[in-house]
Nanobody, 121 residues
């Protein structure tokens, strides 16, 4: 029932910024967190950041701490990922996901369609 639609992404130079959006529609009772994952070429999908639906608390992967910010707008049913000081290693397809929480993909039942972020000069 819950659907996640992503927007944003694109090509930016190293050091640049980009904001991703994840808009949710529908309802489910088993969603406690919204997370951002990313998957680079030939790599596994890994967690980037997590935000709690209930209290807005946030968690970040070490690789993005200090550079990325996850936030929510409950009135718009939207979660954002603000990405600053982007590096080439940030290049990946980014996915938003809704589910129980944690860093494991199996704990999320609802996924956005993914959006490409490319950081290159």
């Amino acid at each position: 029932q819950l659907q996640l639609v992503q927007s944003g992404g694109g090509l930016v130079q190293p050091g640049g910024s980009l904001r991703l959006s994840c808009a949710a529609s529908g309802y489910t009772s088993d969603v406690y967190s919204i997370a951002w994952f990313r998957q680079g070429p030939g790599k596994e999908r890994v967690g980037v950041s997590i935000i709690s639906i209930s209290d807005g608390s946030t968690i970040y992967a070490e690789s993005v701490k200090g550079r990325f910010t996850i936030s929510r707008d409950n009135a718009k049913n939207t979660v954002y990922l603000q990405m600053n000081f982007l590096k080439p290693e940030d290049t990946a397809v980014y996915y938003c996901a809704a589910g129980l929480g944690g860093w494991v993909t199996d704990w999320y039942d609802y996924w956005g369609q993914g959006t490409q972020v490319t950081v290159s000069s």
